[in-house]
T-cell receptor, first 115, second 114 residues
Framework: EPEVTQTPSHQVTQMGQEVILRCVPI?????FYWYRQILGQKVEFLVS????????KSEIFDDQFSVERPDGSNFTLKIRSTKLEDSAMYFC?????????????FGQGTRLTVV | GDSVTQMEGPVTLSEEAFLTINCTYT??????LFWYVQYPGEGLQLLLK?????DKGSNKGFEATYRKETTSFHLEKGSVQVSDSAVYFC?????????????FGRGTQLTVWP
């Protein structure tokens, strides 16, 4: 069964360093998302990506964040200069149809720890 | 703004007990409502959904009914199993959304003991 794959499962980085979180969405999907969950808090939307451009982003997704789909397969989230408060579980998701009723398929998450 | 509030966990039950996890929402218009589940070591996966008022979503013995009058979408199961141990997330998507952005609650950890 096709699945969304995220790597690494756990990343530890020093404050101020750049990190890239990687995701391989399901191959025929067209809509791509990043969410994050700070420990004990809600899962929060970061960004959606469709047709090779950002469709929507939340207020969390500031200039320190960027996304890319460099090769039609991978979907990456880059944090340019990490802060302690970026420590969270980051989830990648994709779906085929978009829209309010569409089922999103999620990866298992990358736990980012900024020290 | 749009938001979801779900019952604080963790919830610990014995096998065959009845489960309710409460979820209420705030939204503009009439959203679609979802329950996602995350088993240990896996990604979130859709458990069930309802797209309009009074719809009942069901899957794997779980049910939830879209109640517009109480803005709720409570998850229920009549007899839980050890294999139901997981984190359960309530979520909504705006009907006006063409992009499928989801608004989630915090998640509720369920542990079922044999």
């Amino acid at each position: 069964e096709p699945e969304v794959t995220q790597t690494p499962s756990h990343q530890v980085t020093q404050m101020g360093q750049e990190v890239i979180l990687r995701c391989v969405p399901i191959s025929n999907h067209l809509y791509f998302y990043w969410y994050r969950q700070i420990l004990g808090q809600k899962v929060e939307f970061l960004v959606s990506f469709y047709n090779n451009e950002i469709s929507e982003k939340s207020e969390i997704f500031d200039d320190q964040f960027s996304v890319e789909r460099p090769d039609g397969s991978n979907f990456t989230l880059k944090i340019r200069s990490t802060k302690l408060e970026d420590s969270a579980m980051y989830f990648c998701a994709s779906n085929l149809e978009g829209g309010a009723d569409a089922e999103a398929f999620f990866g298992q998450g990358t736990r980012l720890t900024v020290v | 703004g749009d938001s979801v509030t779900q019952m604080e966990g963790p919830v610990t039950l014995s096998e065959e007990a009845f489960l309710t996890i409460n979820c209420t929402y705030t939204a503009t218009g009439y959203p679609s409502l979802f329950w996602y589940v995350q088993y240990p070591g896996e990604g979130l996966q859709l458990l069930l959904k309802a797209t309009k008022a009074d719809d009942k979503g069901s899957n794997k013995g779980f049910e939830a009914t879209y109640r517009k009058e109480t803005t709720s979408f409570h998850l229920e199961k009549g007899s839980v199993q050890v294999s139901d141990s997981a984190v359960y997330f309530c979520a909504l998507s705006r009907r006006s959304s063409t992009l499928g952005r989801l608004y989630f609650g915090r998640g509720t950890q369920l542990t079922v003991w044999p």
